[in-house]
């Protein structure tokens, strides 16, 4: 199985990122690697699946609390996106797995 480097987003952090883009930011500060069915995978020769997709990873990321959303009254609660990086580094990659599948 090839896997695929996955690059951050374009645009900065304090824009508005998209669960998809939060999942690229978190997935390329670790190296984690785009399989081609689109789940998100650790290791190069141990292959570990992390999460589903992208969009799951950063999904789970805001509703573990390792991203912070500003919300303005009446939206979405989406604005712009803060990365709390101790938070995520401090777990291993079998703990996001699992946040991830619950």
Request: proline share 6%.
């Amino acid at each position: 199985m090839k896997l695929t480097a996955i690059d951050p987003p374009s645009r900065s952090f304090s824009r508005w990122l998209t669960d998809e883009e939060v999942g690229q930011v978190l997935a390329s500060s670790r190296g984690w690697r785009l399989a081609p069915d689109g789940g998100v995978m650790a290791g190069k020769i141990r292959k570990t699946r992390i999460a589903p997709s992208l969009t799951a990873l950063g999904a789970t990321a805001a509703a573990a609390r390792w991203i912070s959303r500003a919300s303005a009254p009446g939206s979405d609660g989406s604005g712009p996106t803060h990365i709390m990086w101790g938070i995520f580094n401090a777990r291993t990659d079998a703990e996001i797995a699992a946040k991830v599948g619950e």
